[in-house]
């Protein structure tokens, strides 16, 4: 019955699938200490010994049985399914396609018993079962992989590639299991070292490179963000360390790794507006929750889930993605821009040879690497940093920064940042604002670029990409909050459109009101337009033209008038339209009031299109140039 | 004193009243192109004149699209000539000498020497050949020296053409691609002369009646420039001067304070420009006539209270909402900028008899209107929320104004 219902996979198709199973089984038997042993990529040798729970005399050749396994004993457990492995047909299928030998003591046996097989799980009989020498815990270890089935045999890759596979599997059992030590070692040389009990973050970076500690940003979100019985910890990289594919993303549900669709779209959702199209953000996630919550059981290696509810999953990653890239300082630096790692290999866990960021100002919690002094560092010039990065600036000091009317506080006000639970994180003492920025000169270059300095260099900035950026993140604050002022025409405006065109007008008309536009067919090649946004009109911008070009790009095959993504094309055109050109002389006035937007708004460092709206050249950076460091 | 200057190789010499002629080239400057591959057309044409012992000196300058030509009398012309002189150094040099009364102007080949009590300048110029022939205003009006014979020619009081411009050209379109919408239509039919300027969002139409004396009664009707009639207004000295307007296919000529008939062609200044191309919105459909809710307005308190209410207004939130109560008989004018604040002003109503009715406009558009108001009653007629207001001052303004969509 119980075998019925698990539905029968391939579980074991390379060596990199047996350390998987094997390495969840150790796990699941309680161990602190997991040693991986691979010869020839795991072809020769898979050998994986534990410290766990072991398994009893009896039961040693009921653990090699098919379907014979001992975690589940009614079909109602599938409901609750808390382990790993709970697939007993592993041990089994690796027996049929290898010569594998089990060795294991339970705490209080006085010996080990071992059990050997030649490709043939159906002769674990009791009476192979003989005495051994060993230390509590168990000891798989699995040789000559598909000796028998030369044909899968065939299938396999280089011993390199293998290996890289059986490693990438160790890399990511032990993100997910930061109290356990792990030690990988091929062909005698040690990869992979992690101690036990680390923290999640330590883990993270001892595995993923401790180069990338200012690159990456701390996420969490549990019960007190509302996050509705999901707890979720991470790591997010940078826009700079964003990847070509999707393969520096890891993504653990209650300790399992898995890929989701609806966990990417999250996480990509946050970074929209930061990342150029076809980047993916670097990001390691784990999210606990109930196991009534989610379906493991849609694929044979489990790399798959169906969450009950997966708008809640949806929301609380976003949010939290969104609410740590608000908090930090986005700025690249030309070290960054020349990252070689934006066309490296995309298969690589680590970026290519990141260089270390000086200053370390730019990860929101104090890293609890990289050496006392260097924590001590970070948190003096975090206290003077304009905007503290884990405070997040509201709404209401963009509009006060648009009007430049500063408050009686002076400089933009500020609201409490949203709860945040990690340990890590230090307390924000209350009523600390941030400390006003000095009034650095601007400079404005060929009437297309400013340039000033903050603490940490040189800031340049793309003047029409920042005023649009800050222009789209008001006009979005607006429209969510009501639809656009709009000022009626006398006579309509008459637009010259194609019939496909004339035709969409009404389905549009929903989007447009929202905007302040209010347009309607004149006939099959013609759109009369009655309404139009006060704004655009004071920006002169012409209405028969936007519409037009509104048009034009609603008649993408992309475009769904309804959706979000509709809405935020049509802000962004407006916000194009309506912000200062490149060539366009600003006043020295105008240049300061628009660099204090940019510490107003949120994700002021790229426009709406991904691209960089200022780059910074750091006082490193420069020393370097003129060769001082 | 730089060395002297021989009589020989001089052309035209002329004395004159030094701040009358910088008034002169401050006027013409405004015609000259800033930007323009050719020199001439940076410069001022000079041309002295003697008449029965009268001397007088003309100044001409063009863009290509405006010319403005003024005359400068007396002036003692010693010997009569052309000259084609950059604008600016003349304009810098007869504003610089201003301890002189009068100043010395001498043309030797295409230089000019200016000269004062201790300075001489020599300004190098062009052969004022080089400079573009402009018809004058009278071979325009009667088709004479090869010019285009205009369609109409009539006359007004500068009073009356000021009152015209001044209430309509605040109203047009500020550098839209609906070029028509650039320009002031001029409409004239019969005794009536009618000004209409729109931006699309309003329209402001302003009627007068011609003088007697004018004979023509043929319909016309051209876009003129909003430039045009700014500098226009600017050649105006007194109201009752007369100014001819006379109109061919493609341009407006203006000539201000010159008689008729045989005393014709004795004018202060002419400006020509280039129509504007292109048909003017058909304007008589958008002006409402069924509105059945009429305030009367004090104009200064209207304008007060408006400007008032638009003080909460910002970039985005433009407008302020009017909302008429007729129980209370009371108005009251609202504004809400988003994080910004609010404002309430109320104003009386006592003859306001209508249903409640709601209604947002952009403030600058009722002030705008306001402003060239003379009468100290204006009217204002509604209908809908959703329907352009209308405001009427006499029985020549109307003034059409689109609401905004208030949330």
């Known amino acids: 019955m119980v075998a019925a219902q698990i539905a029968a996979g391939e579980v074991v198709e390379r060596p990199a699938s047996v350390v998987k199973e094997l390495v969840e089984n150790a796990i699941d038997a309680g161990a602190t200490r997991i040693e991986i042993d691979l010869e020839q990529g795991g072809v020769e040798l898979v050998r994986i010994s534990d410290d766990g729970s072991g398994i009893l005399r009896d039961d040693l050749p009921l653990a090699v049985a098919p379907h014979a396994t001992s975690k589940i004993r009614a079909t109602s457990d599938l409901d609750h399914i808390a382990t790993l492995g709970f697939r007993g047909e592993a041990l089994a299928s690796i027996a049929s396609v290898s010569r594998l030998s089990i060795r294991s003591r339970t705490p209080d046996a006085g010996e080990a018993w071992q059990l050997d097989l030649e490709g043939d799980p159906e002769a674990a009989t009791p009476g192979r079962v003989r005495p051994a020498a060993g230390a509590p815990g168990t000891v798989v270890s699995v040789r000559n992989l598909f000796f028998n089935t030369p044909a899968r045999r065939k299938f396999l890759r280089t011993t390199a590639t293998e290996q890289s596979r059986c490693v990438d599997a160790v890399t990511q059992l032990a993100l997910s299991h930061p109290a356990v030590a792990f030690v990988c070692r091929c062909d005698g040389r040690v990869v992979i070292d992690v101690p036990r009990e680390q923290t999640p973050h330590r883990r993270a970076l001892d595995l993923l490179g401790p180069e990338l500690q200012d690159q990456l940003l701390e996420i ?59 980047r993916f953000p670097t990001a390691l996630l784990m999210i606990e929750m109930s196991p009534e919550g989610v379906d493991v059981n849609v694929h044979p290696q489990k790399a798959e889930v169906r969450f009950r509810d997966s708008g809640v999953v949806h929301s609380v990653v976003y949010h939290a993605v969104k609410r740590a890239l608000a908090a930090a300082d986005l700025t690249p630096t030309l070290t960054d821009l020349g990252r070689p790692s934006r066309a490296s290999d995309p298969r690589a866990i680590l970026p290519g040879p990141a260089t270390p960021e000086p200053g370390g100002s730019r990860v929101s919690p104090p890293i609890d690497g990289g050496g006392p002094t260097r924590a001590a560092f970070v948190d003096y010039f975090r206290r003077f940093m304009p905007s503290g990065p884990t405070e997040r600036l509201s709404y209401d000091a963009i509009r006060e920064a648009v009007r430049g009317t500063g408050g009686p506080g002076e400089g933009p006000s500020i609201e409490p940042a949203t709860p945040v639970s990690t340990d890590e994180r230090p307390a924000r003492e209350p009523g600390l604002a941030p400390a006003p920025r000095p009034a ?56 010259d459109v194609t019939p496909a065109q004339s035709a969409s007008i009404d389905e549009l008309s929903p ?14 090649r013609q759109v009369g337009v009655s309404a139009f946004p006060s704004f655009l009109f004071e920006r002169g911008v012409d209405a028969g033209g936007f519409v037009r070009a509104l048009l034009d790009r609603a008649g993408a095959s992309d475009f769904a008038p309804g959706s979000e993504d509709a809405l935020r094309d049509v802000l962004d055109m407006m916000a194009c339209k309506a912000a200062v050109k490149a060539g366009d002389r600003m006043s020295e006035g105008e240049l300061t009031e628009l660099l204090r937007l940019r510490e107003a708004v949120e994700r002021s460092s790229n426009c709406p299109h991904g691209r960089p709206t200022t780059v910074r050249l750091t006082i490193r950076e420069l020393e370097r140039l003129f060769g001082r460091a | 004193m730089v060395g002297g200057v021989g009589s020989e190789g001089c052309w035209m010499k002329v004395i004159c009243d030094r701040s009358a002629l910088l008034d002169a080239i401050n006027l013409v400057s405004g015609a000259v192109a800033s930007r323009t591959p050719r020199p001439q057309l940076q410069c001022v044409k000079m041309t002295a004149t003697k008449d029965d012992g009268a001397g007088e000196l003309a100044l001409v300058a063009t863009d290509g699209e405006i010319s403005l030509s003024l005359k400068l009398g007396r002036v003692d012309v010693e010997r009569p000539g052309e000259a084609l002189i950059p604008a600016d150094k003349l304009r810098q040099i007869v504003s610089a000498e201003d301890d002189e009364p009068t100043l010395t102007l001498e043309v030797e080949d295409e230089a000019v020497h200016i000269r004062g009590k201790d300075a001489h300048f020599k300004v190098f110029g062009y052969p004022p050949s080089d400079f573009p022939a402009i018809p004058s205003f009278e071979d325009v009006a009667n088709g ?16 009356a053409l000021e009152t015209l411009i001044s209430r309509t050209a605040f109203a047009t379109a500020k550098e839209t691609s609906r070029y028509a919408i650039n320009g002031v239509l001029f409409k004239r039919d019969g005794k009536r002369l009618e000004l209409v300027a729109t931006d699309g969002r309003r329209l402001a139409l302003c009627r007068s009646v011609l003088p007697a004396s004018d004979k023509e009664t043929r319909a016309i009707s051209c876009i003129v420039p909003t430039k045009a009639l700014t500098m226009l207004q600017k050649l105006f000295a007194d109201p009752e001067e007369p100014v001819r307007i006379a109109i061919t296919d493609g341009q ?68 302020v909402r009017l909302s008429f109560q007729g129980k209370t008989k009371k108005l009251e004018l609202s504004s809400r900028a988003p994080e910004m604040g609010e404002a309430q002003v109320r104003v009386d109503l006592s003859k306001y008899d209508g249903d409640d009715l709601e209604i947002g406009f952009n403030p600058t558009f009722i002030t705008d209107a306001l402003k060239v108001i003379n009468d100290p009653e204006v009217i204002l007629e509604l209908k809908a929320g959703n329907k352009p207001g209308l405001i009427r001052s006499g029985t020549d303004f109307v003034y059409v104004v689109m609401p905004v969509n208030l949330q």
């Open chain 1, 220 to 278: 969490s979100a549990d019960r007190y963000d509302d996050a509705r019985g999901l707890t979720l910890w991470g790591l997010v990289g940078l826009p700079a360390i964003a990847r070509a594919t999707r393969a520096a993303q890891h993504l653990f549900i209650n300790g399992r790794a898995v890929r989701d669709r609806t966990v990417q779209h999250a996480l990509q959702e946050g970074y929209r507006g930061i990342l150029e199209p076809g």
């Open chain 2, 252 to 319: 407006i000529y203006c000539s201000v304070g010159g008689g008729e008939g045989k005393k014709a062609g004795g004018e202060r200044a002419v400006m020509s420009s280039n129509l504007v191309e292109g048909t003017f919105p058909p304007y008589e459909d958008v002006i409402p006539k069924d509105h059945d809710k009429r305030v009367v307005f004090d104009r200064d308190v209207l304008s007060s209270a408006v400007r008032r209410a638009a003080l909460l207004t910002n970039e985005e939130s433009r407008g």
């Open chain 1, 511 to 524: 989007l447009f009101k929202r905007i302040g536009i209010e347009a309607s067919a004149l006939g099959p």
């Open chain 1, 440 to 495: 650095d000169r601007v400079l404005q270059v060929h009437n297309s670029y400013l340039v000033t300095q903050d603490a940490e260099g040189v800031v340049i900035v793309d003047q029409h990409a920042l005023h649009e950026r800050v222009m789209f993140e008001a006009l979005l604050a607006r429209v969510l909050e009501r639809d656009l002022e709009s000022q009626r025409l006398l006579t309509p405006v008459v637009v």
């Open chain 2, 144 to 159: 004479a020296g090869g010019a285009e014979k205009a369609k109409a020619v009539f006359t007004h009081s500068a009073g």
